[in-house]
Nanobody, 123 residues
Framework: QVRLVESGGGLVQAGGSLRLSCAAS????????MAWFRRAPAKEREFVAR??????????YYTDSVKGRFTISRDDAKNTIYLQMNSLKPEDTAVYYC??????????????WGQGTQVTVSS
């Protein structure tokens, strides 16, 4: 079993930055692709970004709305992934979830999830 714990959320003004972290324990972190999803109020959960495992070269993918603003990265030595979020917009307000699983954009491909961290962007 893999346990995931997110941190780094908070309240920020539009145009500001936040860095989310997700620490993993249990399982073999290096083998998993890792991803960030988010769920805004009254909306469906959506894919934000993912990074492949080290064996695949850790390729990164982003949903169109965050390209050029968000950066996903991983530190396998620390069993941690990050999401650097710059130029934040009010529409980025959501609960952000870290997930571990296969190299896919589909939530069903990720069996392990964190509890989420709230990000609120004020206008």
């Amino acid at each position: 079993q893999v346990r995931l714990v997110e941190s780094g959320g908070g309240l920020v003004q539009a145009g500001g930055s936040l860095r989310l972290s997700c620490a993993a324990s249990g399982g073999t972190f290096n083998n998993y692709a890792m991803a960030w999803f988010r769920r805004a109020p009254a909306k469906e959960r959506e894919f934000v970004a993912r990074i492949g495992n080290r064996w695949s070269g850790a390729p990164t993918y982003y949903t169109d709305s965050v390209k050029g603003r968000f950066t996903i990265s991983r530190d396998d030595a620390k069993n941690t992934i990050y999401l650097q979020m710059n130029s934040l917009k009010p529409e980025d307000t959501a609960v952000y979830y870290c997930a571990a699983g296969a190299n896919s954009d589909a939530a069903k491909s990720f069996p392990y999830w964190g509890q989420g961290t709230q990000v609120t962007v004020s206008s």
